[in-house]
T-cell receptor
């Protein structure tokens, strides 16, 4: 079956360390992959979009990689801060060019002092 | 301010009743979406619309209905056929471009509880 999988267990890291979150997908060939942040009780907020011909994309302390051979995207937060604590979701279009945006299950990140 | 607005924020429904969740956007986006989120779960797509007067079923459309009579509005009706409607409902919109995936903007959600 078609799936978008993220680490289901919460990730706890110390402040200042790099957090790495994983998004794996099967049976899709997406042209793009997106990452969102969601705080409790609120709607997700867009962070980054990476295209299939881009190996890596950066925005301030955020870095996303996209390996279409492995069917995997990695999301890194460097110099993590307690304010980075949230759930992070990956999403991709599952129609190959349309706008059917399908989300992964999300990974909860907690950055501790 | 441009944005996407969902109302109400909290909604209580008696069993057997239909309820309608409102979603309005003034971003001039063509595409709109409805998602359902259960505690500790990801977002599951209910319906989406790429243009006025047209919409497609998502992965969990049973027990739900939508309409798209205006570009800025995409209301979701939770019918009595939906057996487990208690959840957090999120509406989103995005620019519709051929062969181009664009970011989605989300509303603040409606928390529906069946009492």
């Amino acid at each position: 079956s078609q799936k978008i999988e993220q680490n289901s267990e919460a990730l706890n890291i110390q402040e200042g360390k790099t957090a790495t979150l994983t998004c794996n997908y099967t049976n899709y060939s997406p042209a793009y992959l997106q990452w969102y942040r969601q705080d409790p009780g609120r709607g997700p907020v867009f962070l980054l979009l990476i295209r299939e011909n881009e190996k890596e994309k950066r925005k301030e302390r955020l870095k996303v990689t996209f390996d279409t051979t492995l069917k995997q995207s990695l999301f890194h937060i460097t110099a993590s801060q307690p304010a980075d604590s949230a759930t992070y979701l990956c999403a991709l279009d599952t129609t190959g060019g349309g706008n059917k945006l399908t989300f992964g299950t999300g990974t909860q990140l907690k950055v501790e002092l | 301010d441009g944005g996407i607005t969902q109302s109400p924020k909290y909604l209580f429904r008696k069993e057997g009743q239909n309820v309608t969740l409102s979603c309005e956007q003034n971003l001039n986006h063509d595409a709109m979406y409805w998602y359902r989120q259960d505690p500790g779960q990801g977002l599951r797509l209910i319906y989406y619309s790429q243009i006025v007067n047209d919409f497609q079923k998502g992965d969990i459309a049973e027990g739900y209905s939508v309409s798209r009579e205006k570009k800025e509005s995409f209301p979701l009706t939770v019918t009595s056929a939906q057996k487990n409607p208690t959840a957090f409902y999120l509406c989103a919109s995005s620019i519709q471009r051929a062969s181009m995936n664009t970011e989605a903007f989300f509303g603040q959600g409606t928390r529906l509880t069946v009492v």
